[in-house]
């Protein structure tokens, strides 16, 4: 308690002073409207610069939980595009539905060598299964080749071993999409294309019907060059992708409901032919 009567005699002249200020500060903002519009502004530019700060960090940690919405939402509307369903918020009828679309995350990703594999993480436990399609917001990545309970392997459309139904959007002329050239990981191979076909640089490659994994016109890229293979009989086509092969994030998972009945019947009919 002396500490403060000390302070209050050692500093009377100074912290009368500020009284005196604070109070004339006080009578001039009363009596002046200029000088109160002036201090509310200036209280008003504080209090909302602070709260524009806490919003913002607010927000910086809310962003995975708004992103998982999102991500959701799309696979929710992926469904439905799927199944062309009208986006009308009706109910889909699960007896009609054809594709089942699940989402999921890149953990691991290779795109430097001839067999590239992406890993994800959704496994069995999740209803993911070998041959199922994979892609992103912007196209195609891969198929699922192996799985484990809570993860899956999925070989990537930069891989050599890769080859998927693919037609160019505008002509619904298809033929089969690789990777030949192994060294750029933007773009990939259209091969098999009658050189009969009319093409353009930038004509949209989109998947094509002839696919149990892949529902059809998911994108895939653009043509970026094209010329006669060596029969002369065919188009060798450069296919620069729409994905970023080098930086891929959330997927979603293609579960073709119907993929089993039909593979049972093709292989009844192959067996019955022989």
Do not use: C
Not at 27 to 43: A, C, I
Not at 172 to 178: A, D, E, I, R
Not at 203 to 216: L, N, R, W, Y
Not at 226 to 235: A, G, H, P, Q, T
Request: charged share 20%; no cysteine.
């Amino acid at each position: 308690m002396q500490q403060i009567i000390n302070f209050l005699i050692r500093y009377k002249t100074f912290l009368l002073y500020l009284f005196l200020l604070l109070i004339s500060l006080v009578f001039t903002f009363q009596s002046h409207s200029y000088h109160q519009s002036k201090f509310l502004n200036s209280s008003n530019f504080i209090t909302g610069s602070i709260y524009s700060f806490s919003d913002n960090i607010t927000s910086y940690f809310n962003l995975r939980e708004e992103n998982n919405s999102l991500v959701e939402e799309n696979k929710r509307l992926r469904d439905k595009l799927f199944n062309n369903v009208q986006l009308s918020g009706i109910t889909i009828d699960t007896a009609s539905v054809d594709y089942e679309v699940i989402r999921g995350r890149v953990i691991n990703n290779s795109y430097a060598d001839q067999r590239n594999y992406v890993t994800i993480n959704k496994g069995q436990n999740d209803s993911i299964a070998q041959d199922m399609g994979v892609i992103t917001d912007k196209g195609i990545l891969g198929i699922v080749e192996n799985t484990s309970a809570n993860f899956s392997t999925v070989q990537s459309i930069l891989s050599k071993k890769s080859n998927i139904n693919a037609k160019i959007k505008n002509s619904n002329h298809f033929g089969s999409l690789v990777w030949g050239n192994t060294q750029d990981y933007n773009i990939v191979q259209l091969i098999d294309i009658p050189r009969l076909v009319p093409l353009t640089i930038g004509d949209t490659i989109v998947t094509g019907a002839m696919s149990s994994i892949f529902p059809e016109n998911i994108p895939i890229g653009t043509i970026k060059r094209f010329d006669l293979d060596n029969s002369k009989s065919f188009y060798f086509i450069d296919v620069e992708l729409f994905n970023d092969m080098t930086n891929i994030g959330n997927v979603y998972i293609i579960k073709n409901l119907n993929r089993k009945e039909v593979l049972q019947l093709e292989a009844e009919t192959e067996a019955n032919d022989q």
